[in-house]
């Protein structure tokens, strides 16, 4: 029994050793498991930023490559506006060139001779005003009294003698009796363009002159016809 007893206390020293160095092992195998999560995490994360950079790296090129697009689009629409600006003009350019050039003749100079001051009646009192009104400045869309533009003038004028004229050059190229330039009697209206779609108005006062608000740089003024020569007239009263 002795024996006995003696070899299984000298056995269980042995016995113990192994059991005391599970703890370490289990440990380092804990800490290798937590570093390779939290790598992974990292690796993780770092998948989503890229993904994020890219995401905010594509839509500031999408909305560059909008942005000049529209830039373009503005700049064929200005360019178009442009050009056809300028076929308007040089098609007026090319209209006016090719009007026939109107020949004051002796009829026309004796017709043309009475001078506003031989002017009688109502016709008296537009030729009185408009000749009050020279100097006055040039505005689009003025009747007066401190400013007019071409056809407002017009209105003004026979306003004055209790005539309501149209408001436009076009519809004043149509109020009245279609008369010769050769036949032009102070007061009649002139107009440039054709009847019904004129685009400017003036009044002539005889002696071969004409007042009308000719545009932003002149004003209201006085010019002979051979400075503009008038497509038409037409008499009101």
């Known amino acids: 029994m002795i024996g006995a007893a003696v070899l299984t206390a000298a056995a269980s020293p042995a016995s113990a050793t192994p059991a005391t160095g599970d703890a370490p092992v289990n ?16 690796t993780a994360q770092a998948a989503v930023n890229y993904q994020l950079q890219a995401a905010e790296q594509q839509a500031s090129t999408a909305a560059v490559k909008t942005a000049e697009q529209h830039k373009k689009a503005d700049d064929a ?15 007026a350019a090319s209209r006016s060139q090719e009007r026939p050039s109107l020949s004051l003749t002796s009829n026309s100079s004796s017709a043309s001779s009475s001078s506003s001051s031989s002017a009688s009646g109502s016709v008296a009192s537009v030729v009185s005003f408009v000749e009050s009104q020279v100097g006055k400045a040039y505005v689009m869309g003025a009747t007066g009294p401190d400013a007019y533009d071409c056809s407002g003038l017009v209105q003004a004028a026979y306003r004055t003698i209790g005539v309501d004229l149209p408001r436009v050059s076009e519809d004043q190229s149509t109020a009245g009796t279609q008369v010769s330039l050769s036949d032009l009697q102070p007061g009649d209206i002139l107009y440039w363009g054709s009847a019904g779609s004129a685009y ?14 000719q545009n932003p740089s002149s004003g209201v003024v006085e010019h002979p016809l051979s400075y503009d020569e008038p497509t038409g007239a037409v008499r009101v009263a």
């Open 200 to 213: 400017h108005v003036a009044i002539y006062i005889g002696g071969g002159n004409f007042i009308g608000a």
């Open 77 to 91: 629409k200005r360019a178009a506006a442009a050009k056809a600006a300028k076929e308007r003009a040089e098609q």
């Open 27 to 42: 440990e380092v195998t804990q800490t290798l498991d937590l570093s390779q999560l939290r790598a992974a995490d990292a």
